[in-house]
């Protein structure tokens, strides 16, 4: 979920920073002064949609640095952990055929990784202190493998091409409520009301919060996908091994809080249908398990 997290949270910043600009130069009025013009507007939001999301994937390595602290392993200054962490990162990224990523520790007490980069042969690959510190080596090594495989399957991009697109129909339909509202309802004739700006700016946050399940869809998908790599990696058993320690930590909410897991995975444990669970980033702990128990192919 870091991963996830980090890149919505730029994208969003980027795209309200980019349409409170063009609302101050009087940009936006260019589309709606005789009218809305649809189509000419639906260009505009797609090359500022596609722009914002570009945009967050560009930044998405520094801001996860910045945001976890993360802290880029020296060789020169490494611990024996941690020059192990570089050298499995290292086979691993060999196997299945990308670039050696920068790989980085992060200092929280809970379980967690990450992995991201705009470019599979310059990414970053971060694990939690407290991960290093207590799971065992072949645990880490199905850990790093399940990011390795994120960037060796283009996640990172395929998500921002999914993302620019939202951003440009959220960007649209915003703008076309705005203009209704301001036209029809508050039948205001002279450019942009405040009716237009308000309803602009709350559809733009309420549709972004819609389309983000959207977004976690493609990401539970993703994650299945990931675990299938890490154990076509390092066998099946290992990534379950992973899984279960995983999972044995998030039902024990006194010593392991759940807001940040191993892979960002949150608690998804509860059975049947919740609202919130179009929210998650990650597929329920006992789902991913089953599906690797289901894992034939073979090992590196």
């Given at each position: 979920m870091l991963r996830i997290l980090l890149f919505l949270a730029t994208n969003i910043a980027v795209i309200a920073l980019a349409s409170l600009t063009l609302w101050l130069l009087g940009v936006e009025s260019y589309f709606t002064s005789q009218g809305i013009d649809f189509k000419a507007l639906l260009i505009f939001c797609l090359v500022f949609g596609m722009s914002g999301s570009?945009?967050?994937?560009?930044?998405?390595?520094?801001m996860a640095k910045w945001a976890t602290h993360t802290r880029v392993i020296d060789d020169r200054t490494a611990d024996m952990k941690e020059a192990r962490l570089v050298e499995t990162v290292?086979?691993?990224?060999?196997?299945?055929n990308i670039g050696m990523p920068d790989v980085?520790?992060?200092?929280?007490?809970q379980a967690n990784a990450f992995a991201t980069g705009w470019n599979k042969n310059g990414a970053l690959v971060?694990?939690?202190?407290?991960m290093l510190d207590r799971y065992s080596e072949g645990e880490i090594r199905a850990v790093l493998a399940h990011e390795i495989s994120h960037v060796a399957n283009g996640d990172m991009v395929t998500l921002s091409l999914i993302q620019g697109v939202i951003n440009a129909f959220?960007?649209?339909l915003a703008r076309a409520i705005g203009f209704v509202i301001d036209r029809v309802v508050l039948k205001n004739e002279n450019g942009h009301g405040l009716g237009y700006v308000v309803t602009v700016f709350v559809c733009q946050i309420v549709l972004s919060i819609l389309a983000s399940i959207i977004v976690m869809w493609f990401s539970r998908k993703r994650e299945y996908a990931a675990d299938s790599g890490a154990a076509y990696l390092v066998g099946a058993p290992l990534m379950i091994s992973a899984l279960a320690h995983l999972q044995r930590?998030?039902?024990?909410?006194?010593?392991?809080?759940?807001?940040?897991?191993?892979?960002?995975?949150?608690?998804?444990?509860r059975e049947g249908f919740s609202l919130a669970k179009l929210f998650t980033s990650h597929p329920p702990l006992d789902k991913r398990i089953e599906a690797l128990q289901n894992?034939?192919?073979?090992?590196?």
């Open positions: 570009i945009i967050s994937l560009l930044l998405s390595k520094p290292r086979q691993l990224a060999q196997q299945a980085g520790v992060f200092p929280a007490e971060s694990i939690s202190r407290g959220v960007m649209f930590e998030s039902e024990m909410p006194d010593e392991m809080p759940a807001s940040l897991n191993a892979f960002g995975i949150s608690e998804g444990k894992f034939s192919a073979p090992v590196y």
